[in-house]
């Protein structure tokens, strides 16, 4: 008997009875359901952090002066050595070979009094600091809503759309504010100002009051409020991001400068501990559907063992026609292989279709809180749907082993006279 | 004189039912010519199926040797024997045996299907086979829906589909009135007159019977006699 008979054979066989087969396949449905959802999800999941790093770019990290400083809490413990990140270190990183650029940062406290003089208004803003990788998770990377979101290293501000609409821009507007000069003053507790006239880039979304200036003017701020002629000089930069030409040299990078006692976040150990994380959930859940889907055998043996009791003669039949014990075994095999096939299928149907409605409901609920989050979160991958429906049919083969082995002992003299 | 196609030299077929050994045939010597219809008759239990059943490889003896088309049945592997059923016997039953879920022609062609012969040759074949038994209308019929005697016809042309040099009946016409039961026997006879086939027929009906070229009476798994009739002549 060629492959393709017995395939047709029990493809036949699992159609005759219909209402068995599907009963039988429903434990499979249930297992191949929950796996889908869940591999879907954690692939969906990975993706967007991947995605998200991608963007942000996996070849970039972020150095900070190692140790704590004025209450601000280390994320990675204390260290007792203080170690800032200087104007030399800025320069000796530049010449280091495989990195593209550097770009050092000056945050300024919320607790800064800064006010925005411009368009006959004034209004209190508060300096944006700058954002720290993961921050904007699953949103969208900030895009302008006008200009440009890169400052220039002097005299260049970003305001953000709130702060232009409290000025009393409409939106409009937007675009002829790109270039007016404004006038950002800050103001000590006790009354002195310090004005600082800058040029607008862009406009951000941000809709609370906020202010990016450049580089050069927020130490030159830092300078004014802390009575310092170099406070960079004394505390070091903020943070540093170093821009490596690869992923790999970014992280030969991080080893280096961490080893030389700063501390270095980099986008590869967030996406290798997030990746670790997904991996250990999917595959807690994959067992629960694995579970699912073991149970489902014992249906699918079941049916397996009354349809070849019932099916006795007909086994007799075809053994004194010439069908030797492989063909018998082969075929209810097969037959078991196909409902096990079946659920499967039916399973990553029915998985996909959720799936779909939950991207569905998470882009509505996530735009309603004005939070947009774009992308499928369960996405069902060619490799996940291929391995789901072979692994549903290989639960159904292994279900269909031990009945379809019986099948073939049957002694075709004994097996002719069952009625 | 026609070569013996069957041989059976000292044969016997126990069954153990419980603790007691139940002998369904005690030494048997038999030799079956190519191209003759043999009669296997006798009461119920003289063991007239077991013969049928060891010649057609569906059942091993306990000792003793079969010979049959150049294999010993008795020495074959499971492989052989399989072989044996799907390439050199047919074998039509009392109860027709057919596949209940397939049609006529697919029961036909299930032995080709076995033997994987292609798929528009089977098709051929066996609907030649079915019009050669008069049930060309009949093709797409399922079991059900056809008479005893179109049955027993199916399950002819099923056992001929892979072209066997044995034909093993058993009470072919057992289970149909005495007209349809005398075409069968007509369309079996006519078989083996006109393509040389070997026919065994197992029957306990003396009328049945007379229409064969030898009558092998069997009681209590032993041979009592064996009957030649004169061979009829072949008209053509």
Same mark, same amino acid.
Request: hydrophobic letters at 45%.
């Given at each position: ?7 047709? %054979? ?21 297992? %191949? ?66 990195? %593209? ?27 944006? +600091? ?60 006790? +009354? ?62 991080? @080893? ?26 999917? %595959? ?76 569905? @409901? ?33 639960? +159904? ?23 | ?32 010519? $190519? ?22 490889? &569906?059942?091993?003896? !306990? ?24 390439? $050199? =016997? ?7 045996? &057919? ?13 080709? =299907?076995?033997?994987? =012969?292609?798929? !528009? ?8 086979? &079915? ?8 093709? !797409? ?16 042309? $099923? ?39 070997? &026919? ?37």
């Amino acid at each position: 008997m060629t492959i393709n008979d017995q395939i047709r %054979t029990a493809f036949s066989n699992v159609g005759r009875r219909k209402l068995r087969s599907a009963l039988a396949s429903l434990g499979v449905v249930v297992g %191949t359901v929950t796996i889908v959802l869940m591999v879907s999800l954690a692939s969906g999941v990975r993706r967007q952090i991947n995605r998200q790093f991608e963007s942000i770019g996996l070849d970039r990290l972020t150095v900070y002066s190692n140790g704590s400083r004025r209450g601000e809490a280390n994320p990675f413990g204390f260290s007792p050595k203080r170690r800032n990140v200087t104007i030399q270190d800025v320069s000796r990183w530049k010449s280091l070979p495989g990195v %593209t650029k550097v770009i050092p940062e000056i945050n300024m406290s919320a607790s800064v009094g800064l006010e925005l003089n411009w368009n006959g208004t004034n209004q209190p803003v508060r300096m944006s +600091g700058d954002s720290r990788p993961g921050a904007f998770f699953f949103q969208e990377l900030p895009k302008p809503v006008a200009g440009s979101l890169d400052l220039p290293e002097q005299g260049g501000i970003i305001l953000s759309q709130g702060a232009v609409r409290a000025a009393g821009v409409s939106s409009n507007e937007f675009a002829r504010v790109i270039g007016q000069k404004v006038e950002a003053i800050l103001r000590t507790p006790r +009354g002195e100002t310090q004005s600082f006239h800058l040029q607008v880039v862009g406009i951000s979304q941000e809709r609370t009051p906020t202010v990016q200036a450049s580089l050069n003017d927020r130490i030159a701020m830092k300078n004014w409020w802390f009575n310092s002629t170099n406070i960079v000089e004394r505390d070091g930069y903020d943070s540093v991001i170093v821009r490596a030409a690869d992923v790999s040299r970014a992280n030969d990078l991080s @080893m280096q400068l961490r080893k030389e006692g700063f501390q270095v976040q980099s986008m590869e150990l967030f996406v290798t501990a997030a990746n670790r994380i997904l991996t250990v959930i999917t %595959t807690m859940f994959t067992m629960i559907g694995g579970i699912a889907l073991l149970v489902a055998t014992i249906g699918i043996a079941n049916t397996m063992v009354m349809a070849i009791y019932e099916r006795t003669r007909e086994i007799g039949i075809l053994k004194a026609m010439g069908a030797s014990r492989g063909e018998v075994r082969q075929m209810f095999m097969l037959e078991a292989g196909f409902i096990g096939m079946i659920g499967g299928v039916f399973g990553l149907l029915i998985g996909w279709v959720l799936g779909i409605g939950l991207n569905q @409901m998470i882009e509505i609920l996530s735009r309603l809180r004005e939070q947009p989050m774009h992308g499928k979160f369960f996405l069902v991958t060619p490799w996940l749907a291929l391995g789901v429906i072979a692994f549903a049919t290989f639960i +159904g083969l292994m279900a269909g082993l031990l009945p379809a082995q019986r099948a073939a002992s049957l002694d075709p003299l004994q097996a002719l006279r069952h009625e | 004189m026609h070569d013996p196609l069957i041989q059976l030299w000292g044969v016997a077929r126990h069954y153990t039912v419980g603790k007691t050994a139940v002998a369904a045939l005690a030494g048997i010597d038999l030799g079956i010519p $190519r191209g003759e219809f043999t009669a296997l008759v006798g009461p119920s239990g003289s063991g007239k199926s077991t013969l049928l059943n060891l010649i057609g490889g &569906l059942d091993r003896p !306990s000792s003793g040797g079969i010979r049959v088309d150049g294999l010993d049945l008795d020495k074959a592997g499971e492989q052989q024997l399989v072989k044996h059923r799907r390439e $050199r =016997v047919g074998f039509i039953f009392q109860s027709f045996n &057919l596949l209940p879920t397939l049609t006529a022609l697919e029961n036909v062609e299930s032995p080709l =299907v076995l033997g994987e =012969v292609p798929r !528009s040759e089977r098709r051929t074949r066996a609907t030649a086979l &079915l019009e050669s038994v008069g049930l060309g209308q009949r093709l !797409s019929h399922h079991p059900n829906e056809l008479s005893g005697g179109e049955k027993q016809r199916v399950a002819i042309a $099923r056992a001929l589909a892979n072209k066997p040099v044995l034909l093993l009946a058993d009470e072919p016409t057992g289970n149909l009135d005495t007209k349809t039961g005398a075409t069968i026997l007509d369309l079996l006879c006519g078989l083996v007159r006109k393509s040389g086939l070997t &026919l065994v027929m197992v029957t306990h009906d003396l009328e049945v019977a007379s229409r064969a070229d030898r009558i092998v009476h069997l009681r209590d798994g032993s041979i009592q006699q064996v009957e030649t009739n004169p061979p009829v002549e072949a008209t053509v």
